[in-house]
């Protein structure tokens, strides 16, 4: 189910005890707070339940505080700003209930409204996994050399794949890189530009975001067909063998032979030809 937790507001009653004997005060102004954001009202006993929540509860957007702590709730619901994920959600059902009245009067209903708005919160409110990118990779730090600010390269653990690599990239060069670099020095007289640098090897593409995309799209459709070339390979690699180094010797040493058997033939040739050139 999901969850907002709301932190510990620092304006909170003055203890425990006064939050107790004073609940049923603050319940009438609780009840109201809800009302007017379109949230249902929830207590509960259950002493899991630390801190006032959000959640969706039976398909209704619901404020759910203990009952004990009927005073902490209100002053944090209350505290609760617009640009906070908690504010958001306490916002959101008479946002979508006053739009889709306007926008769809001949659609609307209360329940629709808020199931669409249930289903908003849920999804903002998700858990969300780790992401694939480190603080370093997502956070822009200043290259002063290059007057820009750029985040930390994702690399992959495959080093360089030159034919003929040289000794010291071959191990320190990854395969593909990619960072992304923020040009924002005196953006009113130079403007604002982002960028993503696309490695390969040793060789770098500056990409504008669209362009990254596309990149994006185009190594995506590269995995089928390079699957299919790896399978190919693999297939075909079953009858591969080494050769006999005695073999490819004397193999060499033929060829040699031949090459200077032609060269001898040519020089000749051109004695014959032109004396004074051979000469």
Not at 181 to 192: E, F, I, S, W
Not at 246 to 275: G, W
Request: aromatic share 4%; charged share 30%; glycine share 6%.
């Amino acid at each position: 189910m999901p969850i907002v937790r709301l932190p510990k507001a620092s304006t909170a009653t003055s203890s425990p005890r006064d939050q107790r004997d004073d609940n049923a005060t603050y319940l009438p102004d609780l009840t109201r707070e809800c009302e007017q954001r379109g949230l249902a009202l929830q207590l509960t006993d259950d002493p899991a339940v630390d801190l006032p929540e959000i959640r969706t509860i039976d398909g209704r957007v619901t404020f759910l505080a203990r009952a004990d702590e009927l005073g902490v709730a209100l002053d944090e619901l209350r505290h609760s700003k617009g640009a906070s994920l908690i504010g958001l959600a306490a916002a959101l059902p008479n946002v979508i209930d006053e739009a889709l009245r306007k926008t769809c009067p001949g659609k609307y209903t209360p329940e629709l409204a808020t199931q669409i708005a249930a289903g908003t919160i849920a999804r903002l409110t998700r858990p969300q996994p780790d992401g694939p990118l480190t603080a370093e990779q997502s956070t822009f730090t200043l290259d002063e050399g290059l007057g820009a600010r750029k985040t930390a390269p994702v690399e992959t653990e495959l080093r360089d794949l030159d034919a003929d690599p040289d000794p010291d990239i071959a191990v320190t060069v990854p395969w593909l890189a990619a960072q992304v670099v923020l040009h924002d020095d005196k953006p009113q007289a130079y403007g604002r530009k982002t960028r993503v640098w696309l490695h390969y090897g040793t060789t770098t593409g500056e990409l504008t975001a669209t362009q990254a995309r596309e990149a994006l799209e185009a190594v995506r459709g590269f995995i089928g067909p390079l699957a299919a070339v790896v399978a190919l390979a693999e297939q075909t690699a079953v009858g591969d063998f080494e050769g006999d180094p005695e073999i490819a010797r004397l193999d060499r040493e033929a060829e040699d032979r031949r090459i200077e058997e032609r060269t001898d033939r040519i020089m000749a040739a051109l004695r014959k030809s032109k004396p004074e050139a051979a000469a």
